[in-house]
């Protein structure tokens, strides 16, 4: 079933350019000067280039109508299988042996080539068209309830879907989202938000089993992709009930991919076109993770020995992203009690920074250029900022 191999309605095409390529230079010798004029093809060559052309270039929307017949198959037996531990009808055990289990690798396969298709705008509303996203999050929701005993017997809620392939869905929906919005709209409607952002907090309060750190950072990806951009999609999380609490708590992941994409979708949605104070405050406890001096977010941690490239890099990303935000914020006047709560405290820790990373030499000079300017006009930001006004109320009940 895997894309690389011999399946049907997928036969072989990543190899078919090589047929074209024999034909180029059975014909082609290269010696040739470019002005001499082609002779015409014969009509045996144009009949093997047009069979070379048609078993070459792949039928997308075929592609993705297969794609998604092997998802379906993979599907069925998931959704059969959280029944096995009931025992069999009479009926049932007169009907032909279960169907074998799907190779997860050769459906993540599948998936990642739809990944790749779906990339491209035309086919991602060809796939919205064929009602594709209620497949995914479908399959991304599934979920069966099992039974342990222990002192005392409880329930939880396991997902139906093996967690490599419900990450690779959530990647799927991110990629159609992304800057799409027409898509936007239909994962909207089909309450896309709210599915993802339950699943996302599934046991925070201990009674089911928790979602993964990997499948969290997919969801923050897909939510950020769906709600980014698009008017609609921003208000109605905005008004989610359990929206600021998901923040809070991407933010104070121990997951360094999730706490990154979390800090990304939190900076874009604050400092949107449609972002407003009332919208900073809602979120205001997670802009007041960011702008806690003692947090992973801006403090430098001298802990690691400078072996960790990777870990270095992201800290510094984190950092940059972290303080370029809180400038942002400042600039456009919203959460401005919170941050001057916190002015001495930023101040110093900004300029002992700055100090730092201006006695940066030769390629680390370059590497955190970036940090430095944020930090430089954060501070200039913050020396400006102004307590809000607040408005005076006479015996008349009039504002003076």
Known sequence: MSSTGNTSGGGGEQWAWLGLLKWTLAHQDGTRPSEESPTMMSDEDKAFLEKVMAE?????????????????????????????????????????????????????????????IVEQVDYARGFVNMRGCSYLLGAISAMTTTTEVAVTTTSSFVPVVPNRVRNICLGIVATLAQNNPPVQKELLELGAIKILSDIFSLGEGGEVLATPPS????????????????????AVFEELPQAPLLMVQGLCSENAALRTKTLFFLG???????????RADKFRHAI??????????LRDDDNNDGDNYYADAVAIQLRESAVALLRQLLERRYA?????????????????????????????????????????????????????????????????
């Open 268 to 278: 874009a949605f604050l400092t949107s076109d449609n972002a407003t104070p009332a």
């Open 215 to 234: 499948t969290k950072t997919k969801i923050m990806q897909a939510l950020s992709a769906i709600v980014r951009c698009y008017d609609l999609a921003e």
């Open 56 to 116: 070459g270039i792949i039928d997308e929307g075929k592609r993705m109508k297969f794609i998604l017949q092997e998802f379906a198959k993979a599907m069925e037996y998931y959704k059969n299988n959280t029944s096995r531990e009931r025992l069999p009808t009479t009926e049932e055990k007169e009907e032909e042996p279960p169907a074998p289990p799907p190779d997860e690798n050769d459906l993540v396969d599948l998936l990642q080539e739809l990944r790749d």
């Open 336 to 400: 401005i009690a919170l941050l001057l709560q916190r002015k001495q405290h930023l101040a110093s820790l900004g300029i002992q920074r700055i100090q730092k990373l201006r006695n940066a030499k030769g390629e680390d000079a370059e590497f955190i250029k970036t940090e430095l300017m944020q930090w430089e006009s954060f501070l200039v930001q913050l020396a400006r900022a102004e307590p809000p006004e607040e408005s005076i109320v006479g015996a008349g009940g009039e504002k003076n």
């Open 288 to 297: 007041a993770i960011i702008a806690d001096t003692d947090s992973r977010y």
